[in-house]
């Protein structure tokens, strides 16, 4: 039995392309059609806004491990996709394939580094197609520094809390038409302390919780707009031994680095009713 997951995470790109009527990134591989017709059909009428929650590390094992901790997520969402993260699994590589749907040696990262993107990206369609676009990150994140030089509005915080403290923000401000959000304080733990290890497990809990109450936000804000949600991690994990200097890490191709689940759903606004 393969232990894989289907579908490459150089799909996503384009996919989120097709569902919002947008240019696909120029060196994109195909979309999963079944999965823009499912999203359509849940919104007739055409998406005018997403948001992405980009969970640094929460892999798929974790997400069978501990479904309660992603209950926040799942209550918001119709559609999981089983993503396959690329090689090496480490998080600007796996980004810049998830944003420009191409493998690394297209895209150019292939090892732990931040250079930025040359190629074309999901963000660049998105300006193409006249639409506002806002990363929040950190400073020192890859979220921050691979996608600059282009009109991209890149928010960096000192902490998780402060983005999401700024994430809410820019939601009640109604102006981004993409706006994705990078949290990071589940990778920090697995690191330093193991993926199972009690501060990590609460750093998980906290990525569901912080998914809920943003889209909780969107869901009583964008009234006048379609927004496709998103809980889109970059790679998985996997514990280390106790005498190495990261308790948790990734990188590798276990299925424990490479696997993951994407979460979507929908919020209709536009007096079309629920996201149901």
């Known amino acids: 039995m393969n232990p894989y997951n289907p579908f490459s995470l150089t799909h996503f790109a384009a996919t989120i392309a097709d569902v919002c009527a947008v240019e696909r990134p120029k060196q994109a591989q195909p979309p999963l059609d079944w999965a823009v017709a499912l999203l359509k059909a849940y919104c007739k009428d055409g998406f005018d806004r997403v948001f992405l929650h980009n969970a640094d590390a929460v892999g798929m094992w ?4 501990y479904p309660q901790l992603l209950e926040p997520v ?4 119709l559609l999981t996709i089983p993503f396959q993260a690329v090689m090496p699994s480490v998080t600007p590589v796996c980004f810049g394939s998830m ?3 191409a493998n690394p040696e297209i895209h150019g990262i292939q090892k732990y580094e931040k250079p930025v993107i040359q190629i074309d990206t999901l963000f660049d369609a998105f300006i193409r197609a006249g639409k506002r ?3 929040v990150s950190t400073q020192t994140a890859s979220m921050s520094n691979i996608f600059l030089q282009r009109p991209v509005d890149i928010y960096n915080c000192p902490s998780e809390g402060a983005i999401v403290e700024k994430a809410q923000e820019l939601i009640l401000q109604d102006t981004y038409d993409l706006l994705c959000v990078y949290t990071y304080m589940y990778d920090t ?4 302390h193991g993926p199972q290890a009690p501060e990590s497990i609460a750093a998980l809990a906290n990525q569901g919780q912080i998914f809920d109450s943003l889209v909780s936000t969107i869901e009583r804000n964008w009234t006048g707009h379609n ?7 970059d790679h998985g994990v996997h514990s280390t031994p106790e ?3 990261l308790l948790g890490n990734h990188g590798t191709d276990s299925p424990l680095d490479l696997n ?3 979460y979507f759903g929908v919020v209709c606004g536009k007096n079309i009713g629920s996201k149901f």
Do not use: E, Q, W
Not at 74 to 77: A, D, E, Q, V
Not at 189 to 192: A, E, L, N, V
């Open 62 to 65: 974790l997400c069978k491990a």
């Open 74 to 77: 799942r209550k918001h969402t």
């Open 99 to 101: 944003y420009t749907g």
């Open 133 to 135: 676009v806002a990363i």
């Open 189 to 192: 733990m697995d690191h330093r």
């Open 227 to 233: 927004t496709l949600i998103g809980f889109a991690p």
């Open 243 to 245: 005498d190495s200097n």
């Open 260 to 262: 993951i689940l994407h």
